[in-house]
C-alpha cells in the first residue's frame, strides 16, 4: 500500500519500514513522523520503552492506559520474534472484545501500530526477545489497566498451552473483559484484518 494512502487511523495496522540492502546488511529508517502521518497516524510519540523477556512463552499483557493518559503504540522487535495482539476495548463498537495479531520478529523488520481504544499484549516466541515500544502519552501508574489474557470471552487462541505461559502477578489479578467498564468510545470504525502498509 502507498505511503500517500490515507487510512483510517483509529485502527491496528502493521507498518513495513523500508530495508535497504547490501553486502553489509541493511539499514532502515524505522521511524519517521511524517511518514507516519501521511499514513493517517497523527499521534505524536514521547516515550520509547523495552522489555527484554529471557524464556519463549512470556506473556505481556494485556495492557492499556485508561483517559486522560490512554496511550497509542508502535511495537517493534529488536531481537527474537513475538506474537503480538489487539483487543477492541472501545464501548459500543460491533468488533467490542474481537482480535487482531500478528507474528513481529527482528529479521522481518515489521511493526504493529496500536491506537487508542485496543488492549495490547504478546507472547514471546523465542528466548531473549527484545521489544521496543514507542508510545504517545507518558507512563502514568494511576491509569495503568488491562484485561486478562486467558479471557473466556476473548478466547485469543495462544500457540501455548496456559501451563506453559510465564505471566507476572501482577497481569494475573488483571480484570476480565466483562468486569470492565470501558471509558474507550467507539468512533465508527470496526476492527478490520490487518494488512501491511509501507512506512
Known amino acids: 500500500m502507498s505511503s500517500t494512502t490515507l487510512l483510517t487511523p483509529d485502527l491496528p495496522r502493521i507498518i513495513a519500514p523500508k530495508r535497504h540492502i547490501d553486502s553489509r546488511g541493511w539499514f532502515s529508517e524505522t521511524f519517521h513522523e511524517q511518514r507516519l502521518h501521511d499514513l493517517g497516524i497523527p499521534d505524536r510519540f514521547v516515550q520509547d520503552n523495552q522489555s527484554n523477556s529471557r524464556s519463549a512463552g512470556t506473556l505481556r499483557g494485556l495492557h492499556f492506559q485508561l483517559p486522560t493518559h490512554a496511550q497509542a503504540k508502535l511495537i ?86 496456559k501451563d506453559r505461559i510465564i505471566i507476572s502477578d501482577k497481569d494475573g489479578r488483571l480484570p476480565y473483559l466483562r468486569e470492565f467498564d470501558s471509558p474507550f468510545i467507539y468512533d465508527g470504525h470496526p476492527l478490520v484484518p490487518l494488512a501491511a502498509e509501507v512506512g
Do not use: N
Request: glycine share 8%; with cysteine; aromatic share 12%.
Open 76 to 161: 517493534t522487535v529488536l531481537h527474537g520474534r513475538i506474537l503480538d495482539v489487539a483487543i477492541d476495548v472501545r464501548r459500543g463498537s460491533p468488533t467490542y472484545g474481537k482480535h487482531v495479531s500478528a507474528e513481529l520478529s527482528a529479521e522481518c523488520g515489521r511493526q504493529l501500530y496500536i491506537p487508542v481504544g485496543f488492549a495490547h499484549g504478546f507472547l514471546t516466541l523465542t528466548d531473549d526477545a527484545l521489544v521496543m515500544y514507542k508510545v504517545s502519552e507518558y507512563y502514568a501508574p494511576a491509569h495503568d489497566s488491562g484485561i486478562r489474557f486467558d479471557d473466556p470471552d476473548i478466547s485469543f487462541p495462544w500457540p501455548m498451552s
